[in-house]
């Protein structure tokens, strides 16, 4: 049973740093492309950042480019998302997304509020 669990989400103050999460059983990251998305108030669900197999290239979207950045660890089965100088506009409910053959599995998100 495939299971993705994010953790680390939380309030953070415009300009701060935040790193989420996602803690993945029943699967091996080395055969699947892992993603994270996001949807904010009011918005559909987008992707933010994706990093692919074999080889590991990273993926960004426009709005996210040289702020936040994925990574995963083999060992650990997770994937993470460093978030840098974090605007206002990046408060939403981020998910984490597994991705082989066409099917996708989603974690159950957690919230990201940028306010002062």
């Known amino acids: 049973q495939v299971q993705l669990m994010e953790s680390g989400g939380g309030l953070v103050q415009p300009g701060g740093s935040l790193r989420v999460s996602c803690a993945a059983s029943?699967?091996?990251?080395?055969?699947?492309?892992m993603s994270w998305y996001r949807q904010g108030p009011g918005k559909e669900r987008e992707l933010v950042a994706s990093?692919?197999?074999?080889?590991?290239?990273?993926n960004y979207a426009e709005s996210v480019k040289d702020r936040f950045t994925i990574s995963r660890d083999f060992a650990g089965n997770t994937v993470s998302l460093q978030m840098n100088s974090l605007k206002p506009e990046d408060t939403a409910v981020y998910y984490c997304?597994?991705?082989?053959?066409?099917?996708?599995?989603w974690g159950q998100g957690t919230q990201v509020t940028v306010s002062s």
């Open positions: 997304s597994a991705t082989r053959w066409g099917r996708n599995y």
């Open positions: 029943g699967l091996a990251l080395s055969n699947y492309v």
């Open positions: 990093i692919t197999i074999p080889g590991g290239r990273t």
